[in-house]
Nanobody
Framework: VQLQASGGGLVQTGGSLRLSCAAS????????MGWFRQAPGKEREFVAG????????YYADFVKARFTISRDNTQNTMYLQMNSLRPEDTAVYHC????????????????????WGQGTLVTVSS
């Protein structure tokens, strides 16, 4: 599976962005997907995950009620709608995918993801 993240950019505090992750090379619908981010000088961290059916989602506490993860299996694309952005959200955002047998499994652990995209930079100015 090849993953291509896009949609990053520069936004002011309180603004919004929508990231996309386009998948190719395999049946997208059988993969749990997730977003991670890595800020300068920090470890990569989990942001949000979604099961392959879209029935289950899970968010890191620091993005709950601000970010929404979704997917469109007919378009082989996953999204991350980011609202009320803060300077601390500044990071490179990566998408990841892992094949799963259950349509309700959400993968949270970074080491459990088999495939990764190259990342898209989000910069939030204060």
């Amino acid at each position: 599976v090849q993953l291509q993240a896009s949609g990053g950019g520069l936004v002011q505090t309180g603004g919004s962005l929508r990231l996309s992750c386009a998948a190719s090379g395999h049946t997208f619908g059988n993969y749990a997907m997730g977003w991670f981010r890595q800020a300068p000088g920090k470890e990569r961290e989990f942001v949000a995950g979604i099961s392959w059916s879209g029935a289950s989602t899970y968010y890191a506490d620091f993005v709950k009620a601000r970010f929404t993860i979704s997917r469109d299996n007919t378009q082989n694309t996953m999204y991350l709608q980011m609202n009320s952005l803060r300077p601390e959200d500044t990071a490179v955002y990566h998408c990841a995918a892992n094949p799963e047998s259950s349509h309700t499994i959400v993968v949270v652990s970074e080491t459990s993801y088999r495939y990764w995209g190259q990342g898209t930079l989000v910069t939030v100015s204060s």
